[in-house]
């Protein structure tokens, strides 16, 4: 069965404390791998995606890896503005190209 | 260049009432993913459309729930006769094409009394 497992759940950082964020994957035929931010009360904002393993992408203080069986976010000296809940969805070779399947998140909380 | 819009943003239902939820999506996208957010949950996909078609509906629920997304107008998500464990926040995402990354709505958070 198809599986996208986030950890830590949740991440209290200190300001400038650097940290990653892990996204482990099981499914049948990865065919991208998309990183999503989400605010209280609001939807998800669009990040990154990644298609291939070996492939990186950086905005900002965001930084996003791809392996063969998970992916990694890294969040290089953090502001409180970065506090969000980050979340990382995967499309499956299994299904259609509109399904995303979602991990349960990980709640980063930046103090100053 | 307007986002992903929903309405209502909050939807207040009794029990066995109908609820309808509104999408439209980013100007020059035609493909509309329905995705629900339980509390404490992940976004759970429901259904994936496209003009006039339901491409996949293999997240909704067999029974009371229903989308379109009609060649003129918003996609709608419609759920009849609600319950409490309908309870939660719907979200809406667009593309320009399948495969693409999804851009999703600010939700519609839908509470059943």
């Known amino acids: 069965e198809d599986q996208v497992t986030q950890s830590p759940e949740a991440l209290r950082l200190q300001e400038g404390e650097s940290s990653s964020l892990n996204c482990s994957y099981t499914?049948?035929?990865?065919?991208?791998l998309f990183w999503y931010r989400q605010d209280p009360g609001k939807g998800p904002e669009f990040l990154f995606t990644?298609?291939?393993a070996g492939e990186e992408k950086e905005k900002e203080r965001l930084k996003a890896t791809l392996t063969k069986k998970e992916s990694f976010l890294h969040i290089t000296a953090p502001k409180p503005e970065d506090s969000a809940t980050y979340l990382c969805a995967v499309q499956a070779g299994t299904d259609s190209w509109g399904k995303f399947q979602f991990g349960a998140g990980t709640q980063v909380v930046v103090t100053p | 260049n307007a986002g992903v819009m929903q309405n209502p943003r909050h939807l207040v239902r009794r029990r066995g009432q109908e609820a309808r939820l509104r999408c439209s999506p980013m100007k020059g996208h035609s493909h509309v993913y329905w995705y629900r957010q339980l509390p404490e949950e992940g976004l759970k996909f429901m259904v994936y459309?496209?003009?006039?078609?339901?491409?996949?509906e293999s997240g909704m629920p067999k029974e009371r729930f229903s989308a379109e997304f009609p060649k003129e107008g918003p996609s709608i998500l419609r759920i009849q006769q609600v319950v409490r464990g309908d309870s939660a926040a719907y979200f809406c995402?667009?593309?320009?094409?399948?495969?693409?990354?999804?851009?999703f709505g600010p939700g519609t958070r839908l509470t059943v009394l």
């Open positions: 499914v049948s035929g990865l065919r991208g």
């Open positions: 990644l298609y291939s």
């Open positions: 995402a667009s593309s320009p094409g399948a495969g693409n990354e999804q851009f």
């Open positions: 459309l496209q003009k006039e078609n339901i491409i996949d």
